[in-house]
């Protein structure tokens, strides 16, 4: 069975411009949740959701938006982007019925 | 305070070492433990799972949770330079929806 994918997995940007990143979860996986990875703050929980519903939400600000797709796809963007944007941002995927998390390779964001 | 810590290391062992790595929570709602595996520059792997108390083994693995003290640790066995890698205890609570991470422990088994 394919793990999680997903694209790209490097990214630069500007201060200021808006990034979306993508995310394929394990099939039959439905509940996608996404974290930042920094030096500085570790993994933090910024969002999941579960067949197109946002289910829980971390302390971030507005800027930090996701969806999910009726395929279980999940896209996070990121508006107005800040040089503290720059991170690690991982996907993980479950079924739902356990909670066991698998991660993909992430997106690695740098913000110039 | 945090409400998971973790000692971040560097942990240097020998080849071939037990090696023992340890988490402390806060939160008393947490029923799943999860331990993953990071080498650098990728995401996190998954080695252990367990629900709520008790011992878990798989291979050259053992996680051991004890929610009276809020403890938990993974033991390796017979240690690799393979294992050289940041390890991260990870827990939830009984929704398992939202992971909260140690800061990672950093592991050096050396040849």
């Known amino acids: 069975k394919a793990g999680v994918t997903q694209t790209p997995r490097y990214l630069i940007k500007t201060r200021g411009q808006q990034v979306t990143l993508s995310c394929s979860p394990i099939?039959?996986?439905?509940?996608v949740s996404w974290y930042q990875q920094t030096p500085g703050q570790g993994l933090q929980f910024l969002f999941e959701?579960?067949?197109?519903?946002?289910?829980n939400k971390g302390n971030f600000p507005g800027r930090f938006s996701g969806r999910q797709f009726s395929n279980s796809r999940s896209e996070m963007n990121v508006s107005t982007l800040e040089l503290g944007d720059s991170a690690l941002y991982l996907c993980?995927?479950?079924?739902?019925?356990?909670?066991?998390?698998?991660f993909g390779p992430g997106t690695r964001l740098t913000v110039l | 305070q945090k409400e998971v810590e973790q000692d971040p290391g560097p942990l240097s062992v020998p080849e071939g070492a037990i090696v023992s790595l340890n988490c402390t929570y806060s939160?008393?709602?947490?029923?799943?433990f999860m331990w993953y595996r990071q080498y650098s520059r990728k995401g996190p792997e998954l080695l252990m799972y367990?629900?709520?108390?008790g011992n878990k083994e798989d291979g050259r693995f053992t996680a051991q949770v004890d929610k009276s003290s809020k403890y938990i640790s993974l033991f390796i066995r017979d240690s690799q330079p393979s294992d050289s890698a940041t390890y991260l205890c990870?827990?939830?609570?009984?929704?398992?929806?939202?992971?909260?991470f140690g800061g990672g422990t950093r592991l050096m088994v050396k040849p």
């Open positions: 959701y579960f067949s197109e519903t946002q289910r």
């Open positions: 939160n008393s709602a947490f029923q799943y």
């Open positions: 993980a995927s479950r079924t739902g019925a356990t909670g066991e998390q698998f």
């Open positions: 990870a827990m939830s609570n009984n929704a398992g929806n939202m992971l909260t």
């Open positions: 099939s039959g996986h439905r509940s």
């Open positions: 367990t629900y709520s108390s």
